[in-house]
């Protein structure tokens, strides 16, 4: 039995009251349904028992309590399509401790909008579907989490994180697989674990010891194994793939979304968009390196490899941004963590915004294109039947992308679990709050109208 299983913990005064009222009217003078190019002015939306019942200009819902979020622009929960809740410095870690650690990173998440995450993996152990679970249970708080448990990777390649143990001992960390037969292998366990989404590495990478990006690090003949494998088990696949060849391999296995593809050119891209695979380009974890290559300071706790690597290669990465804000290529948000802090995911917007991609398309891209990536239809979009994940920023990203890093209201499920709100177990009556003096208002109350 998993660790949290035999513990009962309880929800917080946000999920009681939100369980209990089972039913909420949300108003805000703005309102973006995830799709539109657009938001809409001055709609309402009903929740109802965790969905979206009905929304519009004019709804009916006599006697439910009411959330009037003023000024704000009410958004569907955001998406971040590649996040690691584990650090990955605690590899050799104890699961306890890994598991523990993560919690904190989860919550942030949760309350910096981000309603659902896609794990991309962590190690050798999968901490992150026991993560899942308790989740779903309601015994953590932070983001639904769709998992791919570990990262498959040749010896040698970006998941083998301690070559020196390795070479000293004979202890592989990471799930490592040589050949068809054993990538198959990996595959087959990454799904008797409980895995949504199967992931690899095709290519090196910046922060892997022993390789680099320019490297590809598995066959086509390898990848294709390990995509038909996945595919017959009804599991998608992501690849960590930075340069041309591994991202062309990747697609030509059948990959469903490529996870940073820094390096590719403007061909590879189009081949990306002509197959039709999804995106997930991480631009300010990347670039962010880039800006920083003179700051001393920030370079003195990482490893001297890294930056050398960022180094060589920064050209090619600030070529790589432009090259993808001109392509046709369907992106998905995602944006890296725990390579950056939990706590600035948000700013993945205003750098996809500021190498030449509009905001629509970053907001498309961690709302409904995001829910298309992972096959749930559910979410990513504010309508009648999807579910209630809903976020309020103060102001109108569509004018200001940088107003995505003030979430001042998160619902996931129909649960309120932030709100600058304050009350005892129940809404306050014409309750305000001014969490910043440039900021209006959110007023809560009873209507029975």
Known sequence: MAWWATRTVPP????????????????????????????????????????????????????????????????????????HVLDSGLATSSVGHQTLAALPALRQLLHNGFTTVRDLGCADQPITIDLRQAQADDVIEGPRLIVAPNLISARGGHGDKQPGLTARYGIEVGTLGDGTAEVVRKVREQ?????????????????????????????????????????????????????????????????????????ASRDTLAMVAEHG?????????????????????????KP????????RHADRLRAGAEHLADSDVTIAFGTDASVIPHAETWREFGSMVSNGISPLRALRAATSVAAELLRQPDLGV????????????????FTDIDVVGQVEFVMQSGVVRRSPVRASGTWSEQHTVTPRAEHTDVATRTSRS
């Open 382 to 397: 504010i309508r009648p039947g999807a579910v209630a994940d809903l976020v309020a920023v103060a102001g109108d990203p």
């Open 304 to 311: 001297a490899f890294i930056r050398e690597k960022v180094r």
């Open 191 to 263: 799904a008797r674990h409980g895995a949504d989404w199967i992931k690899f590495a095709a290519s090196g990478g910046f922060g892997s010891v022993n390789d680099e990006p320019a490297h590809v690090t598995y066959t086509l003949e390898e990848m294709r194994a390990l995509v038909a494998a996945a595919t017959d088990l009804g599991l998608p696949c992501a690849v960590h793939a930075l340069n041309d060849e591994a991202v062309r391999r990747a697609v030509r296995a059948g990959v469903r979304s490529v996870e940073h593809a820094s390096l």
């Open 12 to 83: 917080s005064t946000e999920s009681r009251r939100g369980d209990r009222d089972g039913e909420v009217l949300l108003l805000a003078d703005h309102v973006w349904d995830g799709v539109a190019e657009r938001p809409s002015q001055q709609l309402k939306v009903l929740v109802r028992d965790g969905r979206i019942a009905d929304m519009g200009r004019e709804v009916r819902a006599d006697g439910v309590r009411t959330i009037d979020l003023g000024a704000r622009t009410l958004l569907p929960g955001f998406i971040d399509c590649h996040v």
């Open 277 to 301: 695979a999804y995106l997930v380009p991480t631009q300010y974890a990347m670039l962010g390196f880039v800006d920083k290559l003179d700051d001393d300071e920030y370079w003195q706790d």
